[in-house]
Structures are given as structure tokens and as C-alpha cells.
């Protein structure tokens, strides 16, 4: 009997991961990849941002805590060449590894560019121009993003002006960058280079940043950027930038029709991303799309019979590495004979900013008044925390009023994005508040401030003072 052939277009975290389930569950698979294994995330996204972020972290950590506790390093100071070199590295090493796993499980690689030529069938062009067909009994399109251009004039004639990929490829630290958007991308550079002593400016047309998050965790985190020295404008949108000898000046025009502008060496635009599918010819291929974004269903299904796509190149979904290869996995499943489903209500939002921020299930706005109870824990209570930051950030999980089964939890503080996990799981289990309550948590530990958030829910938290 012969094996079914799975055809993998796109090599990144959803990509790969498709591909090496689909090969566990007995496939024959090949990976189309136009540029390098790994997709944004490994080469010029996840991966490289938290090595700068790292980076800075340390330098924060030298210059700011070093004195109080007792580690003295004269002349602490970026080597910007350095913190670059390194970001390459790790992409690199981590790039190989994949290559490593292509390998171990008997996936086939082939470098260049996937295309519709009809409805279920797909052409590749290679380097040399020569076109052969894509021979697959299922198709799983995995192309991912790109960063979105916004209409403003001069964005694209400004030399200075940069997206997310430019401003990892510089070669020397600015002295002065103004950064338009406040979303993760926008925040989570705008604190490696302040770390880094760069100038930073944030311009955001929403009046609040980060919307994903709970209202309350992105004040503490935008309390924090601002004492680092970060300028941060909400409900300033962009309305021209121009050129200047210096970089660039960007116009902005406030709701209220002042007009303010700010000068910058560069510029970071980091409005959003874009699915990136229009090399594929969708309409071609008779696949249902909403601008590029393609329809599918729970299952990964597109239209097309034997057509699934993942990733950020569907409509509807988080663009997040871990729902890519979550996703990766429900598709490879299915075509595989399992009915897999992808359930999208335990996927948890991190952004590593300064300090971390994550977040799983729902938020207070998006529940009836009266039907949840909240329980807060401040990190400032909590003997880890303050060893680690001073304290700074805060634990929150929002429960049933009536059950207390959990249905949120949103955390801000030193690593909040591996704290969060214990939230998925809860939320996944069904688990209660007594049920998180009864379970151990170490001590001194920063997961303690979860088991604390629990207790205040229930008006009996151990480490605080009653309210009175």
C-alpha cells in the first residue's frame, strides 16, 4: 500500500511541525520553502527580537539592580555589533536544528516558490525559473505574514523609515527612533533600544495600547516604559513622515487637530502584518480568501477538497508562532485519518516587553457585569519577584461568579510568559479556583502569586493584608 504523499508549502513553526506530525502518522512529506527553514519566527521575528530583548534585560539588570545587590560593573555599556552577532547565532543554530529534524524524520525539503495553477494543483518554481508540479494527495499552505505598509505619505520614500526586519538588520545603534504602533512588535523594540540607550518614541492612533490585554496589566506595563525614559503618545496618528537630513520627521495630527511632529535618526513602522499569499495565486486555485487571508474551518479544511492552510496566513486567528504549530499538528491529523479540532480558548498572548505580559482566556470586557469574580495578587507581595525586578507586576484570574471555574488569567511581571502555561492548563482541565488553591505551589517561587491570585478570589489571601 502506498503512502499518502503530504505536500507542507511554507517551512516555518507551523510548517515544520505539520510536517514532522504528518511523517509520525506515516506520510510521505516534502516541505516547499522559498527562503529559509524556520519563517519569520527563527530568522527575523520571535527568535532574534528575544535575543535583543535579552540582551537589554541584562544591561537593565547591571545598571539598575547590579548597585543594590551588590554587583559593581564599571562602565557597563551596549556592544550593539555584539548583541547582533549573537542574534544571528541562535537563528542560525536553531535554523540547523530543524534542517536536523527534516532529516530524522525522513522529510524531504525543496527550496522554491509554490504557486496555483488550477483548482488542487500547485506548481513550484525553482531559482532557474524551471517550473515542475507538486504531486500530493493533501496540501497544506503555511506561508505565514509579512509586515503590512500603512498609507501614510513618505513611509515609503523615507529612507530612515524601517519595519520589524529592517530595524533587526541595523549595524549600529540609533541615537533616536520613533516607533508608529503600539502593538507587541512596536513595544517589544521600543524597550530593547531604550535598553539599549536609544531615544525612543511611541506613536499610537488607538487610545490604548495592546488591546489583547486586560486594561489593568498594560497600565503597569506602560507605567514601566515610561520611566525608562520612553515618550509614548496614545491617540496620535501618523499624517505624513518626510525626509531630513537627521532621518526623518514624523507629522503627526492629534483628535483634537493639533498638529505635533518628532524628529528620528529611524523610523519603525509596526502597524500589524499581512497574510503572505499572494504568490500563491489563491484564485487560481479556487481557494475561498477574505484580502489574502484564507478561510478555513476548525479542522484547517479550506474549500478545496485535500487543501488545508495554518498559520497566520488564515482569517480569524491569533498570528502567533505556538498557534501556527498548533494548528500544524490539527491539519497534519486530520488528513492523516484523525479528527483532530483546533480549539483556540486555551492560546495564550505573551509579550516581552519590559516587564514580560501574557495573558489566556477571557478579559472583564468581554463578560456580563455580575457574572465573574476577580482575584489580583500584587508581585510586590511575593519574595521571588522582588529578588528578581523589585517587586514589580501583577497577577490577576477572573473566574465563574457562581462555579469559580477559571476562565482568565492575565499576568504582568518577571516571566509572565512561562507563568502563563499553569493558566492554559487550568482553563483547558475546567479546573476551579479550589482546585488551583489545593495544589502546591514552591516556595520561593514566582508561581506562588498565581496560587495567591486564587486565594484573594475567595477573600483569603495569605501573604497580604485584609481590605478593610
Known amino acids: ?94 535554523v540547523n536544528g530543524i534542517g536536523g529534524l527534516m532529516h530524522a524524520n525522513g522529510v524531504s525539503v525543496i527550496y522554491g516558490k509554490a504557486s496555483f495553477v488550477a483548482p488542487g494543483e500547485l506548481e513550484i518554481e525553482g531559482a532557474n525559473g524551471e517550473t515542475e508540479p507538486v504531486e500530493a494527495d493533501a496540501v497544506i499552505l503555511a506561508t505565514g505574514s509579512v509586515n503590512a505598509t500603512p498609507p501614510i505619505p513618505g513611509v515609503n520614500s523615507t529612507s530612515a ?40 518614541t511611541v506613536v499610537e492612533a488607538m487610545d490604548h495600547a495592546l488591546p489583547m490585554l486586560d486594561r489593568e496589566i498594560t497600565a ?85 477538497e485535500g487543501i488545508y492552510a495554518i498559520g497566520d496566513c488564515v482569517e480569524g486567528h491569533a498570528q502567533l508562532a505556538h498557534t501556527a504549530s498548533c494548528m500544524g499538528e490539527v491539519a497534519a491529523e486530520n488528513i492523516m485519518g484523525i479528527d483532530s479540532v483546533y480549539d483556540e480558548s486555551t492560546n ?41 525586578n523589585g517587586g514589580e507586576g501583577l497577577v490577576k484570574i477572573i473566574a465563574n461568579a457562581e462555579t469559580e471555574k477559571i476562565l482568565g488569567m492575565h499576568i504582568i511581571g518577571p516571566r509572565a510568559t512561562d507563568l502563563i502555561a499553569e493558566g492554559a492548563v487550568a482553563i483547558r482541565m ?16 514566582i508561581s506562588e502569586t498565581v496560587r495567591e491570585a486564587a486565594l484573594d478570589l475567595q477573600g483569603r489571601t495569605l501573604n497580604m493584608p485584609p481590605v478593610r
Open 220 to 304: 503597569v506595563g506602560m507605567r514601566h516604559m515610561k520611566g525608562m525614559g520612553i515618550d509614548i503618545r496614545m491617540g496620535t496618528p501618523v499624517k505624513s513622515i518626510e525626509e531630513t537630513t537627521e532621518g526623518a520627521r514624523v507629522i503627526c495630527e492629534k483628535k483634537n487637530g493639533e498638529e505635533v511632529s518628532f524628529q528620528a535618526e529611524k523610523v519603525l513602522v509596526a502597524v500589524g502584518r499581512k497574510a503572505n499569499t499572494e504568490f500563491l495565486k489563491l484564485a487560481a486555485g479556487g481557494i475561498e480568501n477574505n484580502k489574502g487571508k484564507i478561510i478555513v474551518d476548525d479542522h484547517m479544511r479550506t474549500n478545496v
Open 430 to 445: 475546567g479546573m476551579t479556583v479550589e482546585q488551583l488553591i489545593t495544589t502546591i505551589h514552591s516556595h520561593p517561587t
Open 1 to 94: 500500500m502506498s503512502r499518502k504523499k503530504v505536500a507542507v508549502i511554507g517551512g516555518g513553526p507551523g510548517g515544520y511541525i505539520a510536517a514532522i506530525r504528518a511523517a509520525q502518522l506515516g506520510a510521505e512529506v516534502s516541505v516547499i520553502e522559498m527562503d529559509k527553514l524556520g519563517g519569520t519566527c527563527l530568522n527575523i521575528g520571535c527568535i532574534p527580537t528575544k535575543c535583543m530583548l535579552h540582551s537589554a534585560e541584562l544591561l537593565e539588570q547591571i545598571r539598575i539592580q547590579g548597585p543594590q545587590i551588590g554587583v559593581d560593573v564599571e562602565g557597563a555599556q551596549i556592544n550593539f555589533p555584539q548583541v547582533m552577532a549573537n542574534k544571528d547565532k541562535v537563528s542560525s543554530q536553531l
Open 161 to 200: 523609515c524601517l519595519d520589524s526586519t529592517g530595524m533587526l538588520s541595523l549595524t549600529e545603534l540609533p541615537k533616536s527612533l520613533v516607533v508608529i504602533g503600539a502593538g507587541v512588535i512596536g513595544l517589544e523594540l521600543a524597550c530593547a533600544y531604550a535598553s539599549f540607550g536609544t531615544k525612543v
Open 348 to 388: 495564550p498572548t505573551c509579550v516581552y516587553m519590559e516587564p514580560e505580559a501574557a495573558a489566556v482566556g477571557l478579559r472583564e470586557d468581554q463578560l456580563e457585569e455580575g457574572s465573574y469574580k476577580v482575584g489580583k495578587f500584587p508581585m510586590l507581595a511575593n519574595g521571588k519577584a522582588i529578588i528578581m
